[in-house]
Nanobody, 115 residues
């Protein structure tokens, strides 16, 4: 079994920054893609960013230039550095990893951007 534990969410003012972390543990030999998704109240869960094992990244248009995804393969950890945060970034952020074509999700961490 694979377990994902997210941390780093919280309340921040517009223009501020947060760094999310997600650690994967359990029966892990190889993690292909790691990523972050978010879900605002009443909306569907949307892709924020993904990163492959070799560092190729994708971003939602709404976060390009403000968010940066990175990973530490030795620690099975993925990060999301979020800068210039906006109220519309408010959501529950979920970590996702793909292992042997199986997708695993974290429990989510709340990010609230408000003055």
């Amino acid at each position: 079994q694979v377990r994902l534990v997210e941390s780093g969410g919280g309340l921040v003012q517009p223009g501020g920054s947060l760094r999310l972390s997600c650690v994967a543990s359990g029966s892990i030999l190889w993690i292909n893609v790691m990523g972050w998704y978010r879900q605002a109240p009443g909306k569907q869960r949307d892709l924020v960013a993904t990163i492959t094992r070799y560092g190729s990244t994708t971003y939602a248009d709404s976060v390009k230039g403000r968010f940066t995804i990175s990973r530490d393969n030795a620690k099975n950890t993925v990060y999301l550095q979020m800068n210039s945060l906006k109220p519309e970034d408010t959501a529950v952020y979920y970590c996702n990893v793909e292992i042997s074509s199986v997708s695993y999700w974290g429990q989510g961490t709340q990010v609230t951007v408000s003055s």
